[in-house]
């Protein structure tokens, strides 16, 4: 068990326009979800951390209002990026821990690629 | 400040030799993982260690905690190409809330 999804994989928007990416725990309730972003050739970047029903912590230097974050659900996170712009293009991955773990364990999503036009 | 350094950053090698992956910090985890990520994929999660001293093996890879849980390492016996990826450790700081601190990340290449 343990599986987390996104959607979608990948995605190709004009300037301007509002992106929306899906984190999914398949098999499992996800007490917690985390937002990643990473450049090629570095490690994770961590951009916020999500419980369901209440709002997400946002790291430092991370825009809450250009990276709007919902926890609905157990099972569903979603991130927009609004007014996407060139230099948001990059690889974000979510992640979620289950209520069962005690170590702080991770699942990852397969990632989705963000290419701003 | 980087808490938690992983060394080497790149490493490139020919079929069947070993190599050993470090990461060092100078905060005590409560755990400490090691994930192995492939390029346009998410990390895959291959260990978790919580005790100082914990030696875990999984096939060819021997993860090992540092004693007062500062330091992890992994170790490959003849690696594969297969093996090829971007090994990451990440820890819980303890008394943290739980947020995974990640290591840069092992770059390694394994050559037939």
């Known amino acids: 068990g343990a599986v987390v999804s996104q959607h979608p994989s990948w995605v190709i928007c004009k300037s301007g326009t509002s992106v929306k990416i899906e984190c999914r725990s398949l098999?499992?309730?996800?007490?917690?979800m985390f937002w990643y972003r990473q450049f090629p050739k570095q490690s994770l970047m961590l951009m916020a951390t999500?419980?369901?029903?209440?709002?997400?912590?946002?790291e430092q230097g991370v825009e809450k209002d250009k990276f709007l974050i919902n926890h609905a659900s157990l099972t569903l996170s979603t991130l927009t990026v609004t007014s996407a712009h060139p230099e948001d293009s990059s690889f974000y991955i979510c992640s979620a821990t289950r209520g069962a773990s005690t170590y702080n364990e991770q699942f990852f999503g397969p990632g989705t690629r963000l290419t701003v036009l | 400040t980087q808490l938690l350094e992983q060394s080497p950053q790149f490493l490139s090698i020919q079929e069947g030799e070993n190599l050993t992956v470090y990461c060092n910090s100078s905060?005590?985890?409560?755990?400490l993982q090691w994930y192995r990520q492939e390029p346009g994929e998410g990390p895959v999660l291959l260990v978790t260690v919580v005790t100082g001293g914990e030696v875990k093996k999984l096939k060819r890879l021997t993860f090992q905690f540092g004693d007062a849980r500062k330091d992890s390492s992994l170790h490959i016996t003849a690696a594969q190409p297969g093996d090829t990826g971007l090994y990451l450790c990440a820890g819980a700081i303890e008394g943290s809330q739980g947020n995974l601190i990640f290591g840069k990340g092992t770059k390694l290449s394994v050559k037939p």
């Open positions: 999500s419980n369901e029903g209440s709002k997400a912590t946002y």
């Open positions: 905060s005590v985890f409560s755990s």
């Open positions: 098999d499992f309730q996800a007490t917690t």
